[in-house]
T-cell receptor
Framework: DVKVTQSSRYLVKRTGEKVFLECVQDMDHENMFWYRQDPGLGLRLIYFSYDVKMKEKGDIPEGYSVSREKKERFSLILESASTNQTSMYLC??????????FGPGTRLTVL | QKEVEQNSGPLSVPEGAIASLNCTYSDRVSQSFFWYRQYSGKSPELIMSIYSNGDKEDGRFTAQLNKASQYVSLLIRDSQPSDSATYLCAASSGSARQLTFGSGTQLTVLP
């Protein structure tokens, strides 16, 4: 079974803090993704990576950056957290058949 | 721009009935299609993948794909209250690594 883990289930941060969200997959998948999900807005793609040290912007990359130093690990960074980044953050990795498997999610609250 | 459209619902069916969830997509090059189930507060879980025209059955779930009409559906037979969730439809093209998600249909199975 594919396993995608995320570093935290719940996180509370202050405005202006730098926030790191980490995602690890154990299936040697090349492609990894970061989404945020908000009520009424669905899943929105922030960034994705198709190889180590490679990244591509998704639909809403502003205010975020990513890092992929190892194949199994994909990190999302909020450089200076703001209240409008309060959301559910979901990481996923993809099989060669484009099946995406999601981690459990991190519910981030920025105060 | 690729779009995946779903009836937002909510859809209510009595326990034991067949629930029918529909999805249309606008991109003719889409080749792979997926259904995800998402319980409230949880991450999406892949329940069906379909790649060719016709029906694909897995237990109580049947996915149907019609590429000429650009729609994909999910039938849930013998619906149970535990099937109550939001169901997300997603599509990808062969060359793209990303999935395009619909906004989801909320299903309630009434005991």
């Amino acid at each position: 079974d594919v396993k995608v883990t995320q570093s935290s289930r719940y996180l509370v941060k202050r405005t202006g803090e730098k926030v790191f969200l980490e995602c690890v997959q154990d299936m040697d998948h090349e492609n990894m993704f970061w989404y945020r999900q908000d009520p009424g807005l669905g899943l929105r793609l922030i960034y994705f990576s198709y190889d180590v040290k490679m990244k591509e912007k998704g639909d809403i990359p502003e205010g975020y950056s990513v890092s992929r130093e190892k194949k199994e690990r994909f990190s999302l960074i909020l450089e200076s957290a703001s209240t409008n980044q309060t959301s559910m953050y979901l990481c996923a990795s993809t099989t060669p058949y484009n099946e995406q498997f999601f981690g459990p999610g991190t519910r981030l609250t920025v105060l | 721009q690729k779009e995946v459209e779903q009836n937002s619902g909510p859809l209510s069916v009595p326990e034991g009935a067949i629930a029918s969830l529909n999805c249309t997509y606008s991109d003719r090059v889409s080749q792979s299609f997926f259904w995800y189930r998402q319980y409230s507060g949880k991450s999406p879980e892949l329940i069906m993948s379909i790649y060719s025209n016709g029906d694909k059955e897995d237990g109580r779930f049947t996915a149907q794909l019609n590429k000429a009409s650009q729609y994909v559906s999910l039938l849930i037979r013998d619906s149970q209250p535990s099937d109550s969730a939001t169901y997300l439809c997603a599509a990808s093209s062969g060359s793209a690594r990303q999935l395009t998600f619909g906004s989801g249909t909320q299903l309630t199975v009434l005991p």
